[in-house]
């Protein structure tokens, strides 16, 4: 196949709307600006949004966005905003899925089909020769399917598959049948991409299983490993609040802990189900009075009843609280600290997870502590590769954090050799990852 050099992205969100700097799509966005400055020209096909980002970064001028009507995105938006346009909508919305039904056509499939026509005709009019989807949006999914069926084998099918919906907490449907259509349609689709893009071991794992489960042969060529990987950035001056933190922390001979990302904190062990919650490490800090003393904690992200909790807890924890901020800052942030925090409670969604947060964690030069279950697979595919510097503890342990905290606290000089450098984690850039598809597209 003679590959040319415009490609189309699908993709769910792309800047300036959720997405670039903040949030899942940071991956899309910035493998379309890695094309475009390798001379491809980048269109990039997504529903239409109704809210910017609070950040959205630069676009290289051969990325051309392209946007569709999606229902489905406009109902989200126009629902707490404007309640009695959208009670209007939403009769508007069910006539018509009563009048496609009558008809016998499915509203979701006659959606895609007419988001797929859009597409193939965008491919046919500027000459594509490469489709790239993001997935694991079921949107998406349904979309490419459709358009397979259109134009054939007549572009290269790349599939970039940042999660597994069926095993994702916040996407996989609780119904036991639905679950059971949603892997088997997840499955169809990566089985017919010409070439599959995963961001973990663990998933390729995971989709090698299922294969074999069910008798289809699994092309080791065909499914690649490219890593979410850490982006490049400006180097800045950390936050003086964190500055502060953490020399009157060094003051006490503490190390410094930092947790950056989503999370919450919740007041009842039921929480511990929750996906990912704190409580885990601040009520063992808190409660240990050898573990208060050794440590200091940073809370940086969206993480909700922070201060509600902190009010309760027993023990005087040294801890600073911040809301987000940009990846340039909290990198800068990061290296005043010791050791980066990465929890997670899902046992499902365990084997496939290595968040972006340890890449950066990592490039900043920190220790990692990861609390998650036995069974987190791609994180210790990850660790091997690295002489298992990560220390490990079970979510679901109390005494194993514990331990593993004490086993720092009493040993800091091990704790230091632990810590990642830059030079070996070059090969995790996205730079470096997104090469491996341009390998791919050089040679198709």
Known sequence: MNISKKIMILTINFPPFDG????????????????????????????????????????????????????????????????????????IISLVKKALKFFFLNPFDFYSYC???????????????????????????????????????NVLWISDVRDLSYLHPALRYKKKENRKWQKKNETNYILKSDICFFVSSGMIDTVRKIFNENNLYFNEEKYILMENGYTLVDKIKPQKEIEDFVKEAKSFNKLVLIYAGTGELLENVDGYRKNKTLNCIVDTLSNDEELNRRFALI???????????????????????????????????????????????????????????????????????????????????????????????????????????KK????????????????????????????KMLEILSKT
Not at 33 to 53: E, I, N, Q, T, W
Not at 60 to 71: A, G, H, L, R
Not at 412 to 431: Q, Y
């Open 299 to 405: 809370i940086q992200g969206e993480v909700k009843n922070t201060q509600e909790y902190f009010s309760k807890i027993s023990g005087e924890l040294m801890v600073l609280v911040l809301p987000p901020v940009s990846n340039e800052q909290i990198r800068a942030n990061m290296k005043l600290a010791d050791i980066g925090i990465n929890i997670n409670v899902d046992t499902e969604y365990s084997p496939l997870m290595i968040g972006g947060k340890i890449y950066d964690y990592c490039v900043s030069g920190l220790a990692l502590l990861l609390i998650f279950p036995d069974n987190a697979y791609s994180l210790k595919d990850f660790a091997g590769k690295h002489n298992n510097k990560p220390y490990f503890a079970d979510i679901f342990d109390n005494a194993s954090i514990t331990k593993i905290l």
């Open 408 to 435: 720092i606290a009493e040993n800091p000089g091990e704790m230091n050799n632990r810590r990642f450098t830059e030079s070996e984690m070059e090969p995790h850039s996205r730079e470096k990852q997104y090469s």
């Open 115 to 153: 988001v797929a026509v859009f597409c193939c005709r965008h491919i046919n009019k500027h000459n594509i020769g490469v489709v790239i989807s993001s997935i694991p949006h079921i949107s998406i999914i349904s979309i490419v399917n459709k358009m397979q069926k259109i134009l054939g084998r």
């Open 20 to 91: 670039g700097r903040i949030g899942s799509s940071i991956r899309t966005f910035t493998m379309a600006d890695f094309l475009a400055r390798k001379g491809f020209s980048v269109d990039v096909v997504v529903p239409k949004r109704y809210a910017k980002d609070r950040e959205a970064p630069l676009m290289n001028e051969k990325i051309k966005v392209f946007k569709y009507f999606s229902p489905f995105h406009y109902y989200d938006h126009v629902k707490n905003k404007l309640p009695l346009f959208h009670l209007l909508f939403k009769v």
